[in-house]
T-cell receptor, first 114, second 118 residues
Framework: AQSVTQPDIHITVSEGASLELRCNYSYGATPYLFWYVQSPGQGLQLLLKYFSGDTLVQGIKGFEAEFKRSQSSFNLRKPSVHWSDAAEYFCAVGATLGNEKLTFGTGTRLTIIP | GAVVSQHPSWVICKSGTSVKIECRSLDFQATTMFWYRQFPKQSLMLMATSNEGSKATYEQGVEKDKFLINHASLTLSTLTVTSAHPEDSSFYIC??????????????FGEGSRLTVL
């Protein structure tokens, strides 16, 4: 069965600093990987996704993620965070491109300090 | 992008009563919508797939009679928590896939509905 682990429950970074959120997955075949962001009182918004090809994926809001098969990881990065990036971030894995049965990680809450 | 809206965003009810949560796709039609449940500090768990004009498909372990799903139109799915109890308190989130433009489409999520059962 597929699973996703986000080891960091809560991360605090200074505005302007770089960010990396960790995500490890477990899946027997080539996974479809996603990162979502959830702001308070709002729905989940897709940041980026990986299906195949280039292992470095660019997303919205300046985020990127790198798929590393050898490490079963799909870490999210941003070179310089903004106060508006404070939110909950979820990594998810699916079996197929259109598979709605995504398995989500437990999320990482990001706090930005001035 | 496409918008999915849920109502109410939060609700408090007494134990034993039923609560209905609505999920609407505002600018696209969705033949299929999905309902998730999120406990504090935990992942989103898929509860059921709501199919327009037919019965919902429930995930293993989800009580069909407890969580009634109706998808009467292409833009509206409802989740009714029947005879709610405190253990049903949770954050419920719906999603829908926008298939306009072909392809597999992107999954859009509602803002969630927080249910508290006293």
């Amino acid at each position: 069965a597929q699973s996703v682990t986000q080891p960091d429950i809560h991360i605090t970074v200074s505005e302007g600093a770089s960010l990396e959120l960790r995500c490890n997955y477990s899946y027997g075949a080539t996974p479809y990987l996603f990162w979502y962001v959830q702001s308070p009182g709002q729905g989940l918004q897709l940041l980026l996704k990986y299906f195949s090809g280039d292992t470095l994926v660019q997303g919205i809001k300046g985020f990127e993620a790198e798929f590393k098969r050898s490490q079963s990881s799909f870490n999210l990065r941003k070179p310089s965070v903004h106060w508006s990036d404070a939110a909950e971030y979820f990594c998810a894995v699916g079996a197929t491109l259109g598979n709605e049965k995504l398995t989500f990680g437990t999320g990482t809450r990001l706090t930005i300090i001035p | 992008g496409a918008v999915v809206s849920q109502h109410p965003s939060w609700v408090i009810c007494k134990s034993g009563t039923s609560v209905k949560i609505e999920c609407r796709s505002l600018d696209f039609q969705a033949t299929t919508m999905f309902w998730y449940r999120q406990f504090p500090k935990q992942s989103l768990m898929l509860m059921a797939t709501s199919n327009e004009g037919s019965k919902a498909t429930y995930e293993q372990g989800v009580e069909k009679d407890k969580f009634l799903i109706n998808h009467a139109s292409l833009t509206l799915s409802t989740l009714t928590v029947t005879s709610a109890h405190p253990e049903d308190s949770s954050f419920y989130i719906c999603s829908a896939r926008d298939l306009r433009g072909g392809g597999t489409g992107e999954l859009f999520f509602g803002e969630g509905s927080r249910l508290t059962v006293l």
